[in-house]
């Protein structure tokens, strides 16, 4: 979003968060979200292990804070003046956990790891990948059905052939299955069989297809676009979460600047300001966030330490023949062993490796 767009989105909302008491009942919550109401607010609910927070959001300045501190169970109101309102830390100041079937949980103790091809070639090699990091510890499979890609001569992907493929694969090596979704048309197809739908970089800012993702019921993977600043970033994720969809998980994967050596620059240090920004979790991708085989362990691991919730991995058993991003895909062989290196590093800095 341009940062005149920022601007003016902040100053056409001018929302609050309305923290309620710990002790607070159902009832007085229910009349807070009423009263809430007939000020003009939209209201987004949050419960937390502690307390429940009420995000307020709407155009109307013209309000006293005070009406609302009086009321039965309220412990403290704030204006929030970022721009970003719902993924903003104030909105769910514990973290978010998404949780997904299988018992995995992405924002909490646990890095996950998201591993696979970048596009689904065939049944053979797509198999092939998902039992090679299902054996190395990986707990969902990532592979591209619907491939955006800066070339119209490039391969493009299987589309829905592919997403059956994913689900076949997924539940025959138990992980779960991540793919991107490209354009609203593709949301239904996706959804029937994928996990966790992905948000490319090209896409970040596709706001007619982030708001009907609000709409979904079902976790949003959101990638940073390639010259996107981080509050650009949490501001498309507003998008997801001001349609109810409070599922959201960031990712970083890399940016592009005047350096031509690796594909991108991976900003390590999105991570943890994002964390200190944002409740959401934070994912890493350093396949794409190089675009070279041989720094992508180096980046995984450094993502780790820095504190990333979950990590988006390329593995191909051949990658000097892959028909995608080969250049970038880790072989099996490398993947175990970076496995290996993350669950000696992931305790260092109080996490485990799911």
Excluded: W
Excluded at 7 to 31: D, K, Y
Aim: contains cysteine; aromatic residues 4%; proline residues 5%.
């Amino acid at each position: 979003m341009p940062k005149a767009d920022s601007q003016l989105l902040a100053a056409n909302q001018l929302p609050m968060i309305v923290a309620m008491q710990e002790s607070a009942s159902e009832e007085q919550i229910q009349q807070v979200i009423e009263h809430l109401v007939k000020m003009g607010f939209e209201v987004h609910r949050s419960t937390g292990v502690r307390q429940t927070v009420l995000g307020a959001v709407g155009a109307r300045a013209d309000f006293d804070i005070r009406e609302l501190e009086l009321l039965s169970g309220v412990d403290q109101v704030h204006r929030i003046s970022a721009p970003y309102k719902l993924a903003g830390r104030s909105f769910r100041p514990e973290g978010t956990i998404v949780k997904l079937p299988n018992g995995v949980e992405i924002g909490g103790n646990k890095v996950v790891v998201m591993a696979g091809p970048c596009s689904v070639e065939s049944r053979e090699q797509l198999f092939a990948a998902a039992e090679q990091v299902a054996n190395a510890g990986a707990r969902v499979l990532r592979g591209g059905a619907f491939k955006p890609r800066s070339s119209p001569y490039s391969f493009q992907g299987l589309g829905e052939e592919a997403v059956k493929l994913l689900r076949e694969a997924g539940d025959k090596f138990k992980l779960l299955v991540i793919s991107e979704v490209m354009e609203i048309s593709q949301i239904p197809v996706m959804a029937a069989y994928v996990d966790i739908l992905q948000v490319g970089a090209r896409n970040m800012q596709n706001f007619n297809l982030l708001r009907e993702l609000g709409k979904v019921r079902k976790p949003v993977l959101l990638k940073r676009g390639i010259a996107a600043t981080l509050e650009e970033l949490l501001l498309s994720a507003e998008y997801i979460m001001a349609g109810g969809n409070y599922e959201v998980i960031l990712c970083e994967r890399g940016i592009r600047t005047f350096e031509t050596y690796t594909r991108n620059t991976m900003d390590i240090s999105a991570i943890p300001i994002i964390h200190k920004l944002s409740h959401l979790p934070m994912t890493a991708d350093p396949s794409h966030g190089t675009g070279r085989r041989d720094k992508v362990a180096p980046m995984a691991r450094a993502a780790v330490a820095a504190g990333c919730d979950a990590l988006l991995i390329e593995v191909h058993h051949d990658a000097d023949h892959a028909l995608s991003d080969g250049a970038q895909s880790l072989y099996p062989e490398q993947f175990r062993k970076l496995m290996d290196e993350l669950r000696i590093i992931a305790p260092a800095v109080g996490r485990t490796i799911a």
